[in-house]
């Protein structure tokens, strides 16, 4: 009966494959004219899967001049700069998104988000990033990468002038890497 239970549990722990869990999620809004962060958290779902949820209103008509700049880190001894580092204007990439790593970020992205046409956005606005929730198994498909603690850091510009950023940390753990 015990080696039953063991093999069990062995063929359970191998089924569960990679696994994600958002750690920390802050939202910081440089300008309050701009508009205001409503929500900025993390959900938990269960002790191994949570969802992040964004919601932002805006109290300005934004028509152009929308900068987003991504820096991503790992966590190796202190957080180290990972993969990428890019700055793209967003109002350019809605009218003609012709960058393929925000293409591919972006398009994980767009059924948790309203962020889905070009400048202007107006006044009144709310943005939001509803229930996002991190599928390991296809962003690994995409973008492989080891055991460990990531973080992404989204700095906003209007203008040229940083407006707000967007820190988040993730840690990523593959059963089948063992």
Avoid at 30 to 51: E, W
Avoid at 130 to 142: A, G, T, Y
Avoid at 149 to 165: F, M, P, Q, R, W
Wanted: with cysteine; proline share 3%; hydrophobic share 40%.
């Amino acid at each position: 009966m015990n080696k039953v239970l063991i093999l069990l549990l062995w063929i359970g722990l191998f089924s569960l494959g990679a696994q994600a869990k958002f750690k920390t999620l802050n939202c910081e809004l440089y300008d309050k004219d701009v508009g205001i962060i409503r929500m900025c958290k993390i959900k938990a779902v269960s002790r191994t899967k949570n969802l992040i949820n964004i919601i932002f209103d805006l109290f300005q008509t934004v028509e152009s001049g929308v900068m987003v700049q991504v820096q991503f880190f790992k966590r190796v001894n202190g957080w180290r700069p990972f993969l990428y580092n890019f700055t793209v204007d967003a109002c350019k990439f809605f009218k003609k998104p012709n960058n393929l790593i925000v293409r591919l970020a972006y398009e994980y992205l767009k059924p948790f988000t309203n962020l889905n046409h070009t400048c202007p956005y107006k006044a009144g606005s709310t943005i939001y990033i509803k229930n996002f929730d991190l599928n390991v198994d296809q962003f690994r498909s995409r973008y492989p990468i080891d055991n460990g603690e990531y973080a992404v850091h989204i700095s906003l510009y209007y203008d040229n002038i940083l407006k707000g950023t967007i820190n988040g940390s993730i840690y990523h753990f593959n059963y089948k890497d063992q």
